[in-house]
Structures are given as C-alpha cells and as structure tokens.
C-alpha cells in the first residue's frame, strides 16, 4: 500500500481507555504465562495502532505546516500521548511484577523489563499536563523554525533553502547568507528564549514531582539509558577534548590554508575547496535512482528495502515553503512501513542525509518482525550507529553521486564526522549546565553556551556578529528543544561508525555481515551489548577515541586536500 493511501483516523482516548482496560484484566486475572503472552499481544495491537495515528498525523504535519488539519492534528496528539503513555504506564507496573516473570523474561529477554522499569520511574499521572504543556513547546519551536521566509538575493528562502548560499564560492555571499539565517533567530530571540525557558522550567517541575533532583537523571531515564550513566558521559566528553579537539583545530588550520585566507571565519567553515564543495551531479530524482542502484548492489537485503520505500512512497526529499526543517525517519507500525523525510537542497547534505535516514529506516525494516514494539527501535545511541554506519557502507559508491568531486566528497565526509564530535559534546555539556542550574536567566544561559562553545570549538570566529558573540549558536539546535539530552547519542554512535570505516578496508564482506546482526537485533538489547554483538569496542573505553582518531587522522593526512 502506498503512504498517500495510509489511512489517518484521530485516536479516541475513551475508546483506547476501554480496550486498554479490558486487556489489563486479562492481563492481572491470567492464571499461566500464555494467558499474559495473550493479553500482552491485545495491548501491543493498541499501541501500534495508536502511535501509527501519532506517525502519520506528525509526518503529515510536517510535510506541510501550514495545512491547517493536520496542526490541528498535531495539537490533539500533543494533549493525547501523555494520557496514553498514563495507560501504557499502569501496564508496566504489572508487568515487573507478574507472578510468571520468570517466563515472560525467558520469551522476551530482560531487556524489556529494564526498559519497563525506567519508563515507570520516569512517568506518573501527576505530570500529565506538564507533559502536554511541553509537547505544546516543541511544537511551537518546530512551527517557528517551518515559519521562517528569510529574504535574501531578491528572493524569499527557508533556512534549508538558504544553505546552499552558505556554500557560496563568493565569501561576501557566504557572509551575507550566514547574518540572513542567523539574523532570523536574533529577530525571534524573544519567542526562542521564551519557549526555552519555559522548557526547562517544565521540565524541572516535572523531576521534582518524580523525586529526582533535577531533570538530568530523569532526561536519562526518558531515554531509557540503562547500561551507562552520566559519570560515563562525562569521562567521554573528557576523552573528546583530549583526542578530538586538537585534530580539529589542525583539520581548521588545513582548511584555511587551502582556502588561501588569512583568518577563517565562522561563515568560511562551510566552504571548503576553493574548487567549490562537492555536490551531487544530479537534482533530487536523480539523487533517488543512483540510491536505487547503490542499493540492490550494497546487499540483496539493501536492494528489496529499497523498492519497499520507493515503491509505496515513503521518502518526502525536496525542501518546499512550509516544510519542517532538517530530516527523520519514523515508522508507521500498522503499515510496517519507516518513512524517510527530508530537505534536498542541493548540497552534499543531499546524499549524507538519504544515506543517514535510510540506515534509519533499513534497521527498522530489518527488525519490525519483533512481537513487541519495544524491539522495534533500539534506545536512541545505538540507532544512530545504523544511520552513520551506513553512511560509510555506501562509500564505494559515491563516485555514482559525486563523479569527478568523488575524492573531495570522501575528504570532507569523513572530516566533517571528526569535526562534528567536539560540537556534539558541547550540545551535551549545555543541557547538563543548564539542567543543574534551571533557574539560569536567557543570557546567563548564552554565557554558558559560549563558555563551552570556547572549551570544543576553540577555533570559531563570529566577525563580531552580536547574537553569535552572544552565544546564541545552540538555539538553531533542534534537539535542545525538542529532545532533552539526545544529542550525545550522535557522538557515541559516530564513534563505533568510524569503527566500521574501519573495518571496512579490512575486510567488507564481514563488516556488512556484522551491520546486518546489529540491524536484525533491533532494540532487543541495551546499547553496549549491541555494540558487543556487532563487534565493536564502547565509545567510553579507554583507548576507543585514541584508536579511532590514529587511524582517521593517517587516512586524511595521505590526501593532499590542496589539490582538489
């Protein structure tokens, strides 16, 4: 069945209440493991029929904000998910302690009561309307974002539209795009810092309701992280700064020195060959054909997943007035269907993104055979070892998207994700600054930002741009907003992706090999032992980020990037 004919029906919570009640009893009143293994099989079929309505009222949302019934849509969600996760709640608290555990745990492994106990921990009826009062906050901040018509060059652009501009050969376009995108945040600073903080204020209102101390235990718990804690996170983010920063700073140094500048400036960092940046040869069709192929080569297994999506229509790729911003891949669990979204605009963000979103959606293809829908997605870290994992197992195919740039392509790839890890840290040590001290004012908080912002990227040089100098960067991060603490996730899984770079050049055939078992365990596992079962070392052990950076760094070091 195609998307355009998935059906969207608004969930009626009494309705949903009655049934879910209904299926509890059976569930309390079971008197062997199969009665219970039956009663859990009648909840499941209500959870994914509910969050499939959740699915494709928010993909549909956000294909097209301004359609005025599916943000009505939204805003019903956003009321309705807190009293359903109320519902889903008071089944956990039965489950953990069934007379018949031992055979429950027997059939689906223990992974799936920890995942209950942290859900439990996390919840009470008591934070409903906080709940529904945040989720109404990140709505807002997304609708902001999709509401931005920045003019610039005689034209109106999205902030997605604009980044092409960013890229610009001509330093005062790239300059000039840079104050249009950043001036829009400065001109909505008041909504930003408002919605922010009425975030945090929420969301530590709701920890104390829960008996935490504040919300940075209970963002964890959110995040159903069970096998690591923030002491882990901490001697990670240390391991960064060591290994990580220094490489950068020298990768920026190349960078200018290639460019022919006498200072590298914040808007020059997305520039970077004067040859112009690699781009994709090809407009947003033809970008969908080249993955057709890459993907019945990449694997037999690749290639049905991909006639899957292109087939029934669950890829949405070109940015267009009205669209939210960035990418995703959700999965519409009645349709047993992930679907990719996208903002195609003609950069080589294109193909990293495609390539990104389609591990997304492969692993979750790959896995949707689970019986309980736990399974189905692993906890957000090990999610994205899949996503950018599968950015490198395309790499002997890019030469099909980049042709001649193919090398230049490679180069700033594998770069970019070294790059990226000291900023993904500082993303992370904000919202635990932040959190341990909520009652930080606006401009406290962009003190702070700048203060971290300083520590990783030591490099940055805003030109004395005042909302940048200001420490205003982090706003245009949408998971400060919208998904407390999931930020880390990246680094982590960046880290074990390099490992499968890695891998790759040893042996190829075993690595896909050792990608597919992590893909087929779906979330049946806490995040270290599917890093166990793919064969690949913990980002927090000593010696990990050292391995990596070596070998990454010998690797860039052998290409002379002066010449492309």
Same mark, same amino acid.
Request: charged residues 25%; positive net charge.
């Given at each position: 069945m195609k998307f355009s004919q998935f059906t969207y029906e608004r969930p009626n919570f009494e309705n949903t209440k009655e049934l879910f009640n209904?299926? *509890?009893?059976? !569930?309390?009143?079971?008197?062997t493991p199969e009665e219970q293994i039956i009663a859990m099989e009648?909840?499941?079929?209500?959870y994914r029929n509910v969050h499939s309505m959740f699915s494709l009222g928010f993909i549909r949302h956000s294909i097209n904000t301004n359609d005025a019934y599916y943000e009505a849509e939204q805003d019903y969600i956003d009321e309705f998910s807190p009293k359903f996760q109320d519902l889903f709640s008071s089944f956990y608290k039965e489950l953990i302690q069934s007379t018949f555990r031992p055979q429950l745990e027997e059939k689906w492994g223990k992974h799936l009561f920890d995942l209950a106990e942290k859900e439990i921990k996390a919840f009470s009826p008591d934070i409903i309307e906080d709940l529904q009062k945040e989720n109404k906050l990140t709505s807002e901040y997304s609708k902001l974002i999709a509401s931005a018509k920045i003019d610039f060059n005689g034209d109106?652009?999205?902030?997605?539209? *604009?980044?092409? !501009?960013?890229?610009?050969?001509?330093?005062?376009?790239?300059?000039?795009a840079m104050e249009a995108k950043f001036g829009f945040f400065n001109e909505n600073v008041g909504q930003f810092d408002r919605i922010y903080d009425d975030l945090v204020k929420v969301r530590t209102t709701m920890a104390h309701k829960l008996g935490y101390d504040n919300f940075v235990q209970l963002g964890y718990d959110r995040l159903k992280r069970t096998d690591y804690d923030a002491k882990d996170v901490r001697g990670y983010r240390k391991q960064v700064e060591t290994f990580i920063v220094p490489l950068a700073t020298k990768l920026k140094e190349r960078q200018q020195k290639r460019l022919g500048l006498s200072e590298l400036k914040f808007y020059d960092e997305?520039?970077?060959?004067?040859?112009?940046?690699?781009?994709?040869?090809g407009d947003p069709k033809w970008i969908e054909e080249q993955a057709e192929i890459i993907y019945k080569e990449l694997s037999k297994e690749t290639g049905e997943f991909y006639s899957f999506m292109k087939n029934n229509e669950l890829m949405d790729l070109t940015s267009k007035e009205g669209k939210m911003a960035g990418g995703y891949c959700d999965f519409i669990y009645d349709y047993q269907s992930p679907f990719i979204f996208a903002n195609f605009n003609g950069t080589t963000s294109d193909v990293d993104t495609l390539t990104h979103e389609a591990g997304h959606a492969f692993q979750?293809?790959?896995?949707?055979?689970?019986?309980?829908p736990e399974y189905v997605w692993p906890t957000y870290e090990a999610c994205e070892i899949h996503s950018m994992g599968m950015e490198f197992l395309t790499w002997p195919w890019m030469e099909r998207l980049f042709k001649e740039d193919t090398e230049k392509y490679k180069f700033s790839h594998l770069s970019s994700t070294l790059l990226f890890l000291p900023y993904g840290v500082a993303v992370d040590e904000f919202q635990h600054v932040i959190y341990e001290n909520p009652t930080l004012t606006p401009d406290e908080r962009k003190q702070a930002w700048r203060d971290i912002e300083k520590k990783y990227l030591p490099h940055r040089d805003f030109d004395g741009n005042a909302y940048l100098e200001s420490g205003g960067f982090w706003q245009r991060q949408g998971h400060i907003y919208e998904d407390p603490f999931y930020y880390i996730d990246y680094t982590l899984a960046q880290v074990c992706a390099h490992q499968l770079w890695i891998k790759m050049s040893q042996n190829k055939e075993q690595t896909w090999n050792d990608y597919l078992h992590l893909c087929n365990l779906g979330g049946s596992k806490p995040f270290l032992e599917l890093v166990n079962g793919a064969n690949l070392k913990s980002p927090f052990e000593e010696g990990t980020i050292e391995m990596v950076v070596s070998e990454i760094e010998a690797w860039l070091n052998q290409v002379e990037d002066e010449n492309l």
């Open positions: 209904k299926a *509890l009893d059976l !569930f309390k009143n079971a008197t009648e909840f499941y079929k209500i109106t652009y999205t902030l997605s539209q *604009l980044e092409p !501009f960013t890229q610009s050969p001509d330093s005062e376009i790239r300059k000039q997305t520039y970077e060959f004067q040859t112009g940046n690699a781009k994709p040869k979750v293809y790959s896995s949707r055979h689970f019986g309980v």
